[in-house]
């Protein structure tokens, strides 16, 4: 969901036909803003100084078939091509001005979306560097124990590592693919060498693959930050510590929304690291298959073979050019693919286990369960169901009745169900935003058992 303040046409200028060239403004504004060491220029400065830039630089600015194109000739067509582009990006949300009782001297800014878009462009055509990622979760949950004061900080900075480490991984995987798409289409030895020494060594071996391999290695830390992550959970004293400390420094809301989002985070920390492997194993398995048809295709094209493989080969190249209908390749042999012969390439019957009743399994009662054990695993669950978002479960199945039966409550997974129990639980919170009804009996939805009820939006 977009915030309720996103200008509703700020994609606009994205896609208008001159989308590059009002990306060029704005990033010139930014540029200008920078150099200026100012957060806001006044306007007409402003304005100079852009007109100066592109003159400066032969850049046409020309935007005047555009449909809102309606402003009025000054007979200065440059400039008037300059005022629409800065009135578009203002309607549009790019950038803002700082009123004041002197139009002249208004101040212009990029606004909060606009400023976003701006990173977002610049890291849309920088050159992802994985290398560090790995390190910065580990080193912030080592700070955890160290300063308690900043643990919510740190937690939230190795959950953003994290976040970045797959984002790059996945990234890199696509930029494997671009590059093996490259092989395939050149079709001289100097473009493929060309392309694979100052292409894929720098981008993909030295930012990616060197990095985690050798100094930021997954391998290496792997164990370190599952271990750190597993006993930053376990501690609720140490976990207490820091909501506190979070409270005070208005980083959380409530006690309730930070158990559950220092939980959640910790959770995705151990449950990607734990299966991280996956996400190495496919980009090893890509990375493979690019040197080998890079390898393969370099001896094809260097190779002087005068054996039946290296005519096919001659044949295929020549054929490729070949327009007309003179080389009838089907004509001359046939293809065929052929695989080794394997233990799995044979017929195997299908073998049928019959399972007899053996002993029942005996389930022991442990009895001496430690009471911190049952707290923390009572804590982890209720965490996740806090107020506001049963508040919001409410809103969202009560969003066109006025109430709901536990016969027309629908339980799609355990956190339904779960959340069936807390509806009760909560419903003696006077801040709760519905009322509920309980009633005798057992409701049955597939595999779970709920008791009956009904819950009402409650009365202004």
């Known amino acids: 969901m977009l915030p309720k303040d996103f200008p509703s046409r700020f994609f606009n200028p994205l896609t208008s036909k001159h989308r590059e060239t009002y990306i060029h403004v704005l990033l010139t504004i930014e540029s200008v803003l920078e150099q200026s060491k100012r957060i806001s220029l006044p306007r007409n400065a402003l304005l100079a100084e852009l007109r100066r830039i592109f003159q400066r630089d032969n850049y046409a600015l020309d935007v005047s078939d555009e449909e809102e194109y309606d402003e009025d000739s000054t007979g200065d067509m440059e400039q008037d091509l300059l005022v629409y582009t800065f009135r578009l990006l203002l309607r549009s949300g790019w950038i803002d001005v700082d009123e004041s009782s002197d139009y002249a001297l208004e101040s212009v800014f990029i606004s909060l979306y606009g400023k976003k878009l701006t990173l977002f462009l610049k890291d849309l055509v920088k050159i992802e560097d994985q290398s560090g990622h790995v390190?910065?979760?580990?080193?912030?949950?080592?700070?955890?124990?160290?300063?308690?004061?900043?643990?919510?900080?740190?937690?939230?900075?190795?959950?953003?590592?994290?976040?970045?480490?797959?984002?790059?991984?996945?990234?890199?995987?696509?930029?494997?693919?671009?590059?093996?798409?490259?092989?395939?289409?050149?079709?001289?030895?100097?473009?493929?060498?060309?392309?694979?020494?100052?292409g894929y060594v720098r981008d993909v071996v030295d930012k990616l693959i060197f990095p985690i391999k050798v100094d930021d290695s997954i391998d290496r830390f792997k164990g370190p930050i599952l271990n750190v992550a597993i006993d930053i959970q376990s501690d609720t004293v140490l976990l207490e510590r820091i909501i506190s400390f979070a409270l005070q420094t208005k980083r959380i809301t409530s006690k309730e929304d930070g158990w559950a989002n220092i939980l959640n985070m910790l959770s995705y920390i151990k449950c990607n690291f734990d299966d991280i492997e996956s996400y190495v194993l496919q980009l090893d398995e890509k990375n493979q298959t690019y040197i080998r048809t890079t390898r393969q295709k370099l001896t094809y094209m260097l190779s002087m073979d005068t054996s039946i493989k290296g005519d096919i080969i001659a044949l295929l190249r020549d054929a490729k050019d070949r327009h007309d209908d003179s080389c009838q390749l089907s004509e001359c042999f046939n293809l065929f693919d052929v695989r080794k012969i394997t233990e799995e390439s044979f017929y195997k019957p299908r073998t049928y286990h019959v399972r007899n009743g053996g002993e029942p399994l005996v389930i022991e009662n442990i009895d001496n369960v430690p009471q911190e054990d049952v707290d923390a695993v009572i804590d982890t669950w209720a965490a996740q169901f806090t107020g506001s978002k049963i508040n919001d479960y409410v809103s969202r199945i009560l969003v066109e009745r006025d109430s709901i039966s536990a016969k027309d409550f629908v339980i799609e997974g355990d956190d339904d169900y779960l959340m069936s129990i807390f509806l009760a639980i909560n419903s003696t919170d006077r801040r709760i935003s519905y009322s509920y009804q309980p009633a005798k009996g057992l409701v049955t939805k597939g595999r779970y058992g709920i008791a009956d009820f009904t819950v009402r939006k409650k009365e202004d």
């Open 135 to 198: 390190v910065n979760t580990f080193s912030n949950l080592q700070q955890v124990r160290i300063m308690p004061e900043n643990g919510y900080i740190c937690i939230q900075n190795a959950y953003e590592s994290t976040q970045r480490l797959l984002t790059t991984l996945e990234m890199m995987y696509s930029k494997i693919k671009k590059y093996y798409a490259t092989v395939l289409g050149n079709t001289k030895p100097q473009d493929l060498l060309t392309e694979h020494l100052y």
